[in-house]
């Protein structure tokens, strides 16, 4: 989706309905910075209220997100190219997740590593050293549980016995075995505790 040319064309029917942005805001409930995110582009309209907009500029969802008007004869071949265009973003944002993840436990590793060697070799054996220990493996900790909340906000986990795809909670996951990207989860489709192997896609 582009959308500076969705900004434009916002910013476009806008102008058609003789509205102005504190106008069109009113309608909406919201204030008329966030109007002119959008026809900037710097910004899209919240989907809760993506249908009222519409219903206000008499367009379709799928005009809007085109960034343009859309004839009958070319309805389809648009409506194919959105929903495509939207799964490659939504893969693009996953991949940027799951690359965050990763970086932050690389990171995490690398800080408990150096924090345990200070521990051990530079500081005298005794009170401060325990401190030191206890204290960098709770702040491993934290990230930890930050880059898991990231690993299961994309994606799912594919049952090796049927191929059902498992969206786990945030306990299901922090509770399960796991081995890097697979973890040791009961399939509610199958009812069969197995190794799941992490997908991008839903």
């Not at 944002?93 to 965050?100: A, H, L, P, R, V």
């Not at 924090?115 to 401190?131: D, H, M, R, S, T």
């Not at 934290?142 to 059902?164: D, R």
């Not at 795809?165 to 489709?189: D, F, S, W």
């Amino acid at each position: 989706m582009n959308q500076i040319k969705i900004g434009r064309f916002i910013a476009e029917c806008r102008k058609k309905a003789s509205l102005t942005q504190m106008q069109l805001a009113e309608k909406l409930g919201i204030t008329d910075k966030a109007i002119s995110k959008w026809e900037r582009g710097i910004a899209m309209p919240d989907t809760s209220i993506m249908l009222e907009l519409c219903d206000i500029l008499c367009i379709s969802v799928n005009e809007l997100l085109s960034g343009e008007k859309i004839n009958m004869e070319n309805n389809n071949q648009k409506n194919e190219q959105l929903l495509l265009d939207m799964a490659k973003e939504l893969e693009k944002k996953n991949k940027t997740i799951w690359s965050s993840m990763w970086a932050i436990m690389i990171v995490s590793m690398t800080a408990l590593i150096a924090g345990i060697f200070v521990a051990a070799f530079l500081i005298p054996e005794g009170v401060w050293q325990l401190v030191t220990i206890l204290g960098v493996c709770v702040v491993f900790l934290i990230p930890c549980f930050y880059a898991l909340k990231l690993e299961i906000s994309v994606g799912a986990y594919k049952c090796k016995n049927c191929g059902h795809e498992i969206v786990p909670t945030y306990t299901q996951a922090l509770n399960a075995m796991h081995r890097g990207t697979t973890r040791y989860l009961k399939c509610p489709n199958c009812n069969k505790r197995t190794w799941c192997k992490k997908v991008l896609k839903k």
